[in-house]
C-alpha cells in the first residue's frame, strides 16, 4: 500500500503543479504525507457533498480540481463553513489534494476529457502553438448544424438544470470543435485562428459573447462550469489508478458523479423565442 507522499508524486506526474497558472492553488492542502492509501476519491469540487462521500468510501485522500481556499485563508477554524470541511477531513484521516491548472494544462487533462465525451478527433492543443495550452481543438466525424450541435452536447454531458445554450446561427454547419473546460472565452481568438467553427466552454458573458460572434464570426456554446469539468474525474480516477498499479502499488480510485453545479432552478420564458 503507498504513502500519501507516493501517491501525491504519481498525481504531480500526471498534472505538473509547476504548469499551474501563478495565481492558483494547486497541490496538497491537508494530510499526513507518511500516511497509507488504499482508496482515492475524484470530484470537482470540495464542498460538503463530496466530503461526505470521501468520508462514506473510506478514502484517505480525497482529489479534486477546484481549490477549497482560491484565495488563501487565514485560519481553518471550524467557524467558517470551509473551516468545517477542513476539520472533518483531517478528522476522518482525509487528506485533501487540489489539481486545477495543473490539470488544466496536462495532456491528457480537463479540456481532453471534455473534448473526448463530445466525440472529437484528431485532438490537439489550443493555442495550437503552445504545447500546455487550456483548450482543444477536434473535428466532429460529420458535420451537424449547431441546433444539433447543441442538442448532443447537452447530451453528452452530465444533466444540470442550467442546461446548454448556443449562440449564432443555428443552421451554420459544425465541424471543427473547440472546447475549454471551466470558463475559457477568452481563447475565442486563438480558436477562431485556428479555425475553428464552434467554442464549447462555459462563464459566458454577455457583452464578451456578443462581441465574439460579431468580430470573429464563430459560434459559442455555454454549458455549466461543473458540466465541463465533470468527465475529468473518470478520467483523472482511472489514469491515476492504472499509474500506480503500474508501479506496483494497488489503489482503488472512485470518481464521484454527484451534480455540485450550484444552480437548482431553470425557469423557462413564458413564451419561448
Known amino acids: ?11 504531480e506526474r500526471r498534472y505538473d503543479p509547476r504548469l499551474a497558472a501563478d495565481w492558483d492553488s494547486v497541490g496538497l ?13 475524484v470530484a470537482v469540487d470540495p464542498v460538503e457533498a463530496i466530503v461526505d462521500e470521501a468520508i462514506g468510501t473510506a478514502a484517505q485522500l480525497l482529489l479534486t ?26 478528522s476522518h484521516g482525509i487528506g485533501l489534494y487540489v489539481a486545477h491548472t495543473s490539470a488544466d494544462v496536462a495532456r491528457p487533462g480537463v479540456s481532453d476529457a471534455l473534448a473526448t465525451v463530445l466525440g472529437l478527433q484528431d485532438i490537439r492543443p489550443v493555442p495550437p502553438d503552445v504545447e500546455h495550452g487550456l483548450g482543444r481543438i477536434g473535428e466532429l466525424a460529420n458535420p451537424v448544424s449547431l441546433r444539433e450541435f447543441a442538442i448532443a452536447v447537452a447530451g453528452a454531458l452530465p444533466a444540470t438544470r442550467s442546461g446548454v445554450r448556443a449562440a449564432g ?3 451554420r454547419e459544425v465541424r471543427v470543435v473547440a472546447v475549454c473546460g471551466g470558463a475559457g472565452l477568452d481563447l475565442a ?4 485562428a485556428a479555425g475553428a467553427d464552434v467554442l464549447v466552454t462555459s462563464d459566458h458573458k454577455h457583452h464578451s459573447s456578443s462581441e465574439t460572434l460579431a468580430d470573429l464570426g464563430i459560434a459559442l456554446i455555454d454549458a455549466s462550469h461543473w458540466a465541463t469539468e465533470q468527465p475529468w474525474v473518470a478520467a483523472a480516477a482511472e489514469l491515476l489508478a492504472a499509474d500506480l498499479h503500474a508501479a506496483g502499488t494497488t489503489v482503488e480510485a472512485t470518481a464521484s458523479t454527484t451534480v455540485t453545479d450550484p444552480w437548482t432552478l431553470h425557469a423557462h420564458s413564458p413564451e419561448e423565442l
Open 29 to 41: 492542502f491537508c494530510g499526513d504525507p507518511s500516511a497509507e492509501v488504499s482508496r482515492i476519491h
Open 189 to 192: 481568438p486563438a480558436v477562431a
Open 65 to 90: 480540481h477546484h481549490p477549497l481556499f482560491l484565495g488563501g485563508t487565514e485560519s481553518v477554524a471550524a467557524t467558517t463553513a470551509k473551516g468545517r470541511l477542513v476539520q472533518r477531513l483531517i
Open 169 to 171: 446561427d443555428l443552421e
Open 1 to 11: 500500500m503507498p504513502t500519501l507522499a507516493e501517491v501525491v508524486a504519481a498525481i
